[in-house]
């Protein structure tokens, strides 16, 4: 019984784990979008009641891959505490926490139910690939971090001392100027807080130029580590396809 359903679970080229990945895959649309319907104000009784419904059905349903994906997995710890595992268990979470808490005060937590969204990505190859390269690059990631939020306080802190005269009530402190900071490294550049003195014009001219880098560094890491996941993904489905043919 393990065997099939692991076979059933785990393994989307069978017959049946197709089957069973297309199902999940429309529960999780479904779901997504009675999410959506149920923020529309004024809503009929019946249709709220229809929304609930479904919305235990779903749970039901969702709680039961989690269990049967732990169940089936080699190491159940593994799972649980794996990416896929959190979001499988973050998707029925607020339901549970209802269950024992009145959540209807704390709104945050229905949004937890957008964690389902995520569980798309275990059914989509080009989505499994933003994950694997998420991992590749994850160390150059943070590093890059680490240098975005040292330019932004230096910006924060450059352009404080520029126009903090001219603007005192804009640029009041460099923790007030690290919005500034951050909308002009981005480039995205509302124009909401904007320098009126000639040094801080130019002092953000190069401030730009350094954003214009930090906006496709991560870009030229993605397209690096895509292409290095691709390979990644090939070489484990084809391994997968050796032990299907050898075990039949």
């Not at 019984?1 to 649309?29: C, E, H, N, W």
């Not at 973050?90 to 926490?97: E, K, Q, W």
Request: net charge positive; hydrophobic share 55%; with cysteine.
């Amino acid at each position: 019984m393990r065997i099939s359903l692991k076979t059933l679970v785990q393994d989307p080229a069978s017959r049946y784990g197709r089957v069973f990945d297309t199902i999940i895959q429309v529960l999780i649309f479904l779901s997504l979008a009675a999410f959506a319907i149920e923020t529309i104000p004024d809503l009929p009784e019946q249709l709220v009641w229809g929304l609930n419904a479904f919305e235990y059905f779903c749970v039901a349903v969702f709680s039961l891959e989690y269990l049967l994906r732990i169940f089936t997995a080699p190491k159940p710890l593994r799972y649980i505490t794996s990416f896929y595992g959190i979001i499988d268990l973050l998707a029925v979470l607020p339901f549970y926490l209802n269950l024992v808490i009145d959540l209807r005060s704390l709104r945050a937590f229905r949004v937890f139910r957008l964690f389902r969204a995520f569980k798309l990505v275990r059914y989509n190859k080009a989505l499994q690939r933003m994950h694997i390269a998420a991992g590749l690059i994850k160390e150059e990631m943070v590093l890059f971090l680490m240098i975005t939020l040292i330019t932004i306080f230096l910006a924060a802190a450059g352009i404080y001392f520029f126009e903090n005269e001219a603007q005192p009530e804009v640029f009041s402190s460099i923790f007030h100027s690290i919005w500034w900071a951050i909308v002009t490294l981005t480039t995205v550049g509302y124009g909401d807080v904007y320098p009126i003195t000639m040094g801080g014009r130019i002092f953000t001219f190069f401030v730009l130029l350094v954003g214009i880098g930090i906006v496709t560094v991560p870009a030229g890491l993605m397209a690096s580590a895509l292409s290095k996941a691709r390979k990644i993904q090939d070489k484990e489905l084809s391994e997968l396809e050796k032990e299907r043919v050898a075990r039949d």
